[in-house]
């Protein structure tokens, strides 16, 4: 039995870092139809940050975040003013485009700062474990999973109960129609590619204590998050968490009976014949073609 | 009675609402039918049906008295079937010759066309028709930079150049001036006799001068059928017309 | 309806322009051939003839990419399974140097391996390996193009499930370290011996050898655009749907522009085993392929020459900055600068660009010509190019 809970808390610990990064993803893609491959490099962008805080600012991580997610968020604005913003019709270009946005951060972090490994450090209050139905459990990993459960609910709430969630929403199902009743699409999708932007450099924050900082660690996260969010669906928040606890007790489980080689491979040809067969995603209804 | 082309008791629905519900439609070889209906009848959804771009949920479609509702739509096209879309529908990076050579389809095979150049033997028949259809001057150009009425044309050449024994035309005259509506009834009748064609159109005197029998639709279902005279006198056609300001205004 | 007595004559600059184009191609062939004349130095053109390798894998990538609109991310696939068949093929011929005759590969040995695994064995043969050296990647890309295209699956997520299956392929092979070398991948290679000649990596006749083929695959490449299949790969990539309705089975073309594709860059893989001396997992990784498609997007993509040449321009200038790691990082910043802008301005690459410039120069006659006729044709013919990349 302890076996069991413990394999599910490590699944769900998973399914939250999963959560974390494909939520910003799952905005952008879902909103704007944007393939962004940048998102990687914004994960690592907000990790960088915040070991760069830590280090020359003496600021510890947690009141870092908040400093951490505009910065990100920022950056996230310029990218989708400077560039992203003149290839709406042309989303196969998108991916090119934020592919190269992406190099041009990697390179940029590794030119200013070097290629090593960097650490960032575990807010002292949280480093320790505590026991929870027989289950030793990290507490830095529910603080995560805390974090993560209150930014859904705060971007599930964003979209569907506020007036620039609805006009989202509006320029969303018909851009030219939002345009006409006085919505400024430009303004709204540069605010939405912020936030999405802004939720990766949170990410990459909160993971940044777990594992090592370096300029390519993006990589690893983005193709994860792309898993999830197109496992769930597209413009689908609710399928992209489902998704995301599916793809996390599986790994965990996988993980646990074969090697890592195996069960990455495996979820790969998951995901090619899922698209295959349900490329809205497994847990969207089919709509009029 | 079977007729060349004819839709039984078809039906199709998205998400519940039935675009087409029960249409049934005969239309013999060789006969220019005209297909009107108020917006929302579901006119561009039963050719549609037709062509293969939806598959109807109910009924059955047949040509010659093969059943086509279950065939791709190349497979369709194959048996002799093409088509004018409402959003006239070229390709727009290639040239009007080039545009042209791709809609001349008589093999259709990977391999039959990897051994053909662009510069066969057909070309000089395919540019002939560019020249009937005003274009000639337009030859170089890739077809994105026609004008609206332009492209029209140009997707009227493609079927012809594709010759199918049925042609489906979705609003042919949208865009074009007086005079090019004009050709292109004559155009029409012209091709009536060795072609079947289905018209969708709105504009009633284009259809007064080309058709002989129109099939009126409303709500997915046929209404009425026969000659311009008996449609104008039928009561129920008038009616359904009524909140778009008869069947002239329409 | 007036018709016009030389309206024929507007064929002919169509007609001339393919000639144009075959003396352009064929002059960039020549001058690859002359590089050795001139340059008497056996390691530049090692270095060089890596760099025409990975032309011909950008090239075959612009024939599905740029001609059929199949945005293939694991382009490197094929590369890396042809790249694999040679090696194998090559290291077999080093069995009795190394290990003895009726030996195993030596990285077998090492990790204990017993018998020679079933499918190394057809590798002795050479005619064999140069034939799965093609005949994999095809197999593979039929089979995948069958899985996705037949689906009508388009656009972005055909680039992810080729990405996909990049990733999946590359994990086994490092992953199968006891039959594929894994990490190191297969290394310490004989030369490659046919009909007598040898092909030493460091010399001419390799550098011949991968000019010849490059040659060969230009211009059946060139030759498949030109032909109606080509014609009609163009017009799914403008408007797929369309096209069916003429009675084109898309799927079809679709997998052959894609199995084409993979041919050709089976071959590539092979070459580059021989100019390379090894064949390792980073042939078939992730950075490898990406980086084909900017190659293709710099060089531009529409155009199998541009595609080419945008290769081994960036390749080259990479080598030449390879020498200092501060100038290397320096330069994928730069030219993940020059990727996103070529991206927003120049969506044809630089073969659209000179395009654009030779037309403005010499094509005022047909502007004219056009202008003549119908004021709504005439008035857009100057700003051809321009339209052209914003309908794209």
């Given amino acids: 039995m302890e076996f069991v809970l413990q394999q599910f808390f490590t699944g769900l610990s998973i399914a939250s870092i999963l959560l974390l990064v494909a939520l910003g993803l799952s905005i952008i893609y879902g909103a704007m139809g944007v393939i962004n491959l940048a998102h990687g490099e914004f994960v690592m962008l907000g990790a960088y940050t915040a070991w760069a805080l830590q280090k020359f600012v003496g600021l510890n991580l947690l009141p870092s ?13 310029i990218m989708e003013r400077g560039v992203i913003r003149f290839l709406y019709e042309r989303p196969l270009d998108t991916i090119l485009a934020t592919w190269g946005l992406g190099v041009i951060m990697q390179q940029a972090v590794r030119l200013a700062v070097g290629g090593e490994l960097r650490y960032v450090e575990m807010p002292s209050v949280l480093s320790h474990s505590t026991s929870f139905l027989g289950v030793e459990l990290s507490v830095y990993r529910i603080f995560i999973f805390a974090v993560v459960t209150a930014l859904f609910a705060l971007t599930w709430y964003l979209m569907q109960r506020t007036s620039i969630g609805m006009k989202l929403r509006a320029v ?5 129609m939002a345009a006409c009743f006085g919505i400024n699409a430009d303004r709204i999708y540069g605010l939405t590619f912020a936030y999405g932007a ?4 949170l990410a990459g924050a909160l993971v940044s204590p777990l594992k090592s900082v370096s300029p390519e660690m993006g990589t690893t996260y983005v193709v994860d998050a792309f898993m999830v969010v197109v496992l769930g669906g597209v413009e689908s928040l609710l399928g992209t968490v489902a998704s995301a606890v599916l793809l996390g007790e599986l790994t965990g489980a996988i993980a646990y009976v074969q090697n890592d080689t195996v069960a990455k491979s495996l979820a790969l040809l998951a995901i090619v014949v899922l698209i295959r067969f349900r490329p809205q995603g497994l847990f969207v209804s089919k709509v009029r073609a | 009675m079977t007729g060349y082309l004819e839709l039984r008791d078809v039906a199709v629905s998205f998400n519940g609402f039935r675009a087409v519900d029960g249409l049934s439609l005969t239309v013999e070889k060789g006969e220019l039918r ?10 561009t959804t039963a050719l549609d049906l037709i062509c293969g771009k939806v598959k109807p949920t109910h009924g059955s479609i047949l040509l010659n008295g093969r059943p086509l509702d279950r065939l791709e739509e190349h497979e369709i096209a194959r048996a002799g079937i093409g088509r004018k879309f409402q959003i006239p529908s070229v390709f727009k990076e290639l040239t009007v010759p080039q545009n042209l050579e791709v809609a001349y389809c008589r093999k259709t095979g990977v391999f039959a066309n990897l051994l053909r150049f662009a510069r066969s033997v057909e070309s000089d028949g395919l540019e002939k028709l560019a020249e009937m259809v005003g274009l000639e001057d337009c030859l170089d150009a890739p077809a994105g930079i026609l004008s609206h009425g332009q492209t029209q044309w140009l997707e009227i050449a493609l079927l012809l150049a594709q010759d199918p024994q049925v042609i489906l035309m979705d609003e042919p005259t949208a865009g074009m001036t007086a005079h090019e509506t004009r050709k292109t009834a004559e155009l029409f009748k012209r091709l009536k006799g060795r072609h079947t064609l289905i018209v969708v159109e709105h504009d009633m005197s284009f259809i007064k001068e080309i058709s002989d029998i129109i099939s009126v639709m409303h709500q997915g279902r046929l209404l009425a059928e026969g000659t311009v005279q008996d449609i104008e006198r039928n009561p129920e056609v008038r009616e359904a017309y009524l909140g778009s300001g008869g069947i002239t205004g329409a | 309806m007036v018709a016009r007595i030389d309206s024929t004559s507007d064929r002919v600059p169509v007609l001339r322009r393919t000639w144009v184009q075959i003396s352009i191609y064929g002059a960039v062939c020549l001058a690859i051939f002359l590089v050795p004349v001139v340059l008497d130095n056996d390691f530049l053109l090692n270095k060089y003839a890596r760099y025409l390798v990975l032309g011909i894998l950008a090239m075959a990538l612009s024939l599905s990419w740029g001609y059929c609109g199949i945005l293939n991310l694991g382009q490197a696939l094929s590369f890396g399974l042809g790249s694999y068949c040679m090696a194998m093929a090559l290291k077999l011929r080093t069995v009795p140097v190394h290990t003895g005759e009726g030996g195993l590969p030596d990285f077998m040995v090492w990790n204990n391996v017993q018998e020679l695994p079933w499918f190394w064995a057809p590798f002795y043969s050479m005619p064999f390996a140069l034939f799965a050296g093609i005949a994999v990647p095809v197999l593979l890309a039929v089979l995948l193009g069958w899985f996705v295209f037949r689906a009508r699956i388009t656009g972005v997520y055909v680039a992810i499930i080729s990405l996909a299956a990049l990733v999946v392929v590359n994990l086994l092979i490092i992953d199968q370290q006891r039959y594929t070398g894994g990490f190191n991948g297969i290394t310490d290679l004989a030369q490659l011996e046919i009909l007598g000649m040898e092909f030493d990596a460091y010399s001419s006749a390799s550098y011949y050898l991968v000019a010849t083929v490059l040659t060969v695959c230009l211009f059946a490449a060139l030759a498949i655009t030109k032909s109606k299949t080509g014609l009609i790969m163009q017009a799914i990539r403008d408007h797929e749907d ?13 997998i052959f522009a894609f199995a084409a594709s993979a041919a050709i ?21 992730v950075p490898l392929s990406l980086s084909v498609v900017i190659w293709c997007a710099v060089g531009g993509r529409q155009s199998l020459l541009g595609a080419m040449l945008g290769a081994i321009l960036v390749t080259g200038m990479q080598g030449a900055l390879s020498e200092s790691e501060t100038f290397l990082d320096t330069w994928m910043l730069v030219m993940g600068g020059v990727f996103v802008a ?3 301005f120049l969506p044809k690459g630089l073969a659209g660009l000179v395009e654009t410039i030779v037309e403005h120069l010499f094509g005022q006659g047909r502007a004219a010509r056009a202008a003549t006729g119908k004021p709504a044709a005439g008035k857009d013919v100057s700003g051809t190019g321009k339209k052209a990349e914003e309908a794209a």
């Fill in chain 1, 198 to 201: 802004g939720l990766a450099g």
């Fill in chain 3, 242 to 254: 369309r096209v069916r309705y003429f009675g084109y089975d898309v799927a079809h073309f679709k």
């Fill in chain 2, 34 to 43: 005209c297909l009107i209906g108020p917006n929302g009848a579901g006119k």
């Fill in chain 1, 65 to 77: 975040l908040v400093v951490i997610f505009f910065v990100v968020a920022i950056l996230g604005w």
């Fill in chain 3, 265 to 285: 860059a089976g071959i590539a893989g092979m070459l580059y085993t021989i100019v390379m001396e090894f064949a390792s997992p980073t042939f078939l990784g």
């Fill in chain 3, 342 to 344: 070529v991206v927003l």
């Fill in chain 1, 172 to 176: 969303i199902q018909n851009r030219d």
